[in-house]
């Protein structure tokens, strides 16, 4: 006999990752009793197995690019050799730093938050009622569904012999070579820092670029940049036709146009894609529809049922810790009534822990002159002080600004510290700053992020001469820009 709670909620949220925490603590704030279930423990993916522990194995990487600049500074040291298992340990034990300074189980429980955590996966038996792993049921007005996703498996002949970004926590050696499919961000950032380690990467990507939803003028710098690191980078791949085993390690076949090609790699990770967990929700007892592997949401991430939201990476929308978060607030004052409004995605900040680092907000170049008239200003790192005294010059800024209004509307930075330095324009964007203001803004020098200011100065240039900029070349690659840092 399944036990029964005794009580109705006013809202019962499923999943306790980043999405799943702050709607249940927004609903709580919200005077609503609040159940949350998890079937592991809170904190998610991302703090677990994904952006947090891959930016540790992206510090080590740094750690040995860095070491080879000893010798310009007037140090010296032999280079460091990588201890693999220690590294992963120290992941780990760094994972368990965060959790434990997040503290989300207190935190939940002071706000009053009945937590139900680490008893299976839960399950709607109808659009009021979930049953737990461990039999308990929870009956509510209302759900919110969070519970994020997986990493996809194509399926194709010998796929299981490959490996997705969760089982490199338990490698126990460093593969001396290394294939992954699909160059978005995962893809991207894994092969830069196995490619530091020491190990032989191909990356391939069916897209024609790498990073294929960034800027086309970033994802040409990175791609050059990879090269240069010493990665094959293959991109425009018809498709992965089998992964075998030979003498040699792992055979993988794949089409390049109406060719049949093949490879041999001691490891091949697959990093193509991040559907939702809808399989064991039991989401056609509650109504709630879903497409391509995501629940369906309008713009108020209410789903098909009328009593259950959905907010995070199960919808499929913006993959990424800060948006979820967004999502979980807004799907909670949505389910509650209290107007938290239609989600609006347009001032969202991300990036990539490759080498360089790439960062971009807002609009592309070509979304941008498409969408209007706009003036584009692009400064190389070269032409920044502080890239040259840290012997970091790779990379660009690029600043996408509208004719009319005056403000940005897309920003695109590669090279060192990028994801920090697109923040700053991030943030001139929310605050719909005008270029001719964040132009004159006294950063602080001499920063990575000042180059923000100097590409904003020379848009207020651009636009003073009522025309575009001159032609330079960025890591390869022509583009607009010009030279003079004033804005006279």
Same mark, same amino acid.
């Given at each position: 006999?399944?036990?029964?709670?005794?009580?109705?909620?006013?809202?019962?949220?499923?999943?306790?990752?980043?999405?799943?925490? +702050?709607?249940?603590?927004?609903?709580?704030?919200?005077?609503?009793?609040? *159940?949350?279930?998890?079937?592991?423990?809170?904190?998610? +993916?991302?703090?677990?197995?994904?952006?947090?522990?891959?930016?540790?194995?992206?510090?080590?990487?740094?750690?040995?690019?860095?070491?080879?600049?000893?010798?310009?500074?007037?140090?010296?040291?032999?280079?460091?050799?990588?201890?693999?298992?220690?590294?992963?340990?120290?992941?780990?034990?760094?994972?368990?730093?965060?959790? /434990?300074?997040?503290?989300?189980?207190?935190?939940?429980?002071?706000?009053?938050?009945?937590?139900?955590?680490?008893?299976?996966?839960?399950?709607?038996?109808? #659009?009021?009622?979930?049953?737990?792993?461990?039999?308990? /049921?929870?009956? @509510?007005?209302?759900?919110?569904?969070?519970?994020?996703?997986? @990493?996809?498996?194509?399926?194709?002949?010998?796929?299981?012999? #490959?490996?997705?970004?969760?089982?490199? &926590?338990?490698?126990?050696?460093?593969?001396?070579?290394? *294939?992954?499919?699909?160059?978005?961000?995962?893809? @991207?950032?894994?092969?830069? !820092?196995?490619?530091?380690?020491?190990?032989?990467?191909?990356?391939?990507?069916?897209?024609?670029?790498?990073?294929?939803?960034?800027?086309?003028?970033?994802?040409?710098?990175?791609?050059? #940049?990879?090269?240069?690191?010493?990665?094959?980078?293959?991109?425009? !791949?018809?498709?992965?036709?089998?992964?075998?085993? %030979?003498?040699?390690?792992?055979?993988?076949?794949?089409?390049?146009?109406?060719?049949?090609?093949?490879?041999?790699?001691?490891?091949?990770?697959?990093?193509?894609?991040?559907?939702?967990?809808?399989?064991?929700?039991?989401?056609? /007892?509650?109504?709630?529809?879903?497409?391509?592997?995501?629940?369906?949401?309008?713009?108020?991430?209410?789903?098909?049922?009328?009593? !259950? &939201?959905?907010?995070? %990476?199960?919808?499929?929308?913006?993959?990424?810790?800060?948006?979820?978060?967004?999502?979980?607030?807004? *799907? $909670?004052?949505?389910?509650?009534?209290?107007?938290?409004?239609?989600?609006?995605?347009?001032?969202?900040?991300?990036?990539?822990?490759?080498?360089?680092?790439?960062?971009?907000?807002?609009?592309?170049?070509? *979304?941008?002159?498409?969408?209007?008239?706009?003036?584009?200003?692009?400064?190389?790192?070269?032409?920044?002080?502080?890239?040259? !005294? %840290?012997?970091?010059?790779?990379?660009?800024?690029?600043?996408?600004?509208?004719?009319?209004?005056?403000?940005?509307?897309?920003?695109?930075?590669?090279?060192?510290?990028?994801?920090?330095?697109?923040?700053?324009?991030?943030?001139?964007?929310?605050?719909?700053?005008?270029?001719?203001?964040?132009?004159?803004?006294?950063? #602080?020098?001499?920063?990575?992020?000042?180059?923000?200011?100097? $590409?904003?100065?020379?848009?207020?240039?651009?636009?003073?001469?009522?025309?575009?900029?001159?032609? &330079? /070349?960025?890591?390869?690659?022509?583009?607009?820009?010009? &030279?003079?840092? +004033?804005?006279?």
């Amino acid at each position: 006999m399944s036990a029964r709670t005794g009580r109705t909620f006013d809202l019962a949220v499923i999943g306790g990752g980043p999405a799943g925490v +702050t709607a249940a603590l927004r609903a709580a704030e919200l005077g609503a009793r609040v *159940a949350l279930v998890e079937r592991d423990r809170p904190g998610g +993916t991302c703090t677990d197995d994904g952006c947090a522990p891959t930016r540790v194995l992206a510090r080590a990487a740094r750690l040995v690019r860095d070491s080879e600049q000893l010798a310009d500074y007037g140090l010296s040291s032999p280079r460091p050799s990588l201890d693999l298992r220690e590294l992963l340990a120290a992941t780990q034990r760094t994972v368990y730093e965060l959790h /434990e300074k997040k503290q989300l189980v207190s935190h939940l429980e002071r706000a009053g938050i009945l937590l139900l955590a680490g008893r299976g996966p839960a399950r709607f038996t109808d #659009a009021w009622r979930v049953a737990v792993g461990d039999g308990t /049921e929870l009956d @509510a007005e209302r759900f919110i569904v969070a519970c994020g996703g997986h @990493a996809r498996r194509l399926p194709f002949p010998g796929s299981e012999l #490959a490996i997705t970004h969760g089982d490199v &926590w338990t490698m126990r050696e460093l593969p001396r070579s290394l *294939a992954i499919v699909g160059a978005a961000a995962t893809g @991207a950032q894994l092969a830069s !820092i196995f490619a530091a380690f020491g190990t032989r990467v191909t990356l391939l990507e069916l897209a024609p670029r790498i990073i294929p939803a960034e800027d086309e003028d970033m994802a040409f710098a990175l791609a050059a #940049a990879f090269a240069a690191n010493g990665i094959d980078v293959v991109t425009g !791949i018809a498709g992965v036709e089998r992964i075998e085993r %030979d003498g040699r390690g792992l055979r993988l076949t794949y089409r390049q146009g109406d060719e049949q090609r093949t490879m041999t790699a001691d490891t091949i990770m697959l990093a193509v894609g991040w559907p939702g967990n809808v399989e064991e929700l039991g989401l056609a /007892e509650a109504g709630v529809a879903t497409e391509r592997g995501y629940v369906t949401v309008d713009d108020t991430l209410r789903t098909s049922a009328d009593t !259950i &939201w959905a907010a995070g %990476d199960i919808t499929g929308r913006m993959m990424l810790v800060q948006s979820a978060t967004y999502e979980g607030r807004i *799907a $909670a004052e949505n389910a509650l009534g209290t107007g938290g409004g239609k989600v609006r995605h347009t001032i969202v900040a991300h990036g990539g822990f490759t080498d360089p680092e790439y960062g971009s907000v807002g609009l592309t170049e070509a *979304a941008a002159r498409a969408a209007g008239e706009v003036v584009v200003g692009v400064v190389p790192y070269l032409d920044l002080d502080r890239a040259v !005294i %840290d012997r970091r010059t790779d990379g660009f800024c690029k600043l996408v600004v509208d004719r009319n209004t005056r403000r940005v509307v897309g920003a695109h930075v590669i090279g060192e510290q990028a994801v920090e330095v697109v923040q700053i324009a991030a943030t001139a964007m929310a605050a719909e700053m005008p270029v001719e203001r964040l132009a004159e803004i006294e950063l #602080a020098y001499p920063t990575f992020t000042s180059i923000v200011a100097l $590409a904003a100065r020379q848009v207020v240039h651009a636009l003073r001469l009522g025309g575009e900029v001159e032609a &330079w /070349e960025a890591m390869g690659r022509p583009r607009q820009s010009e &030279w003079e840092r +004033t804005d006279s």
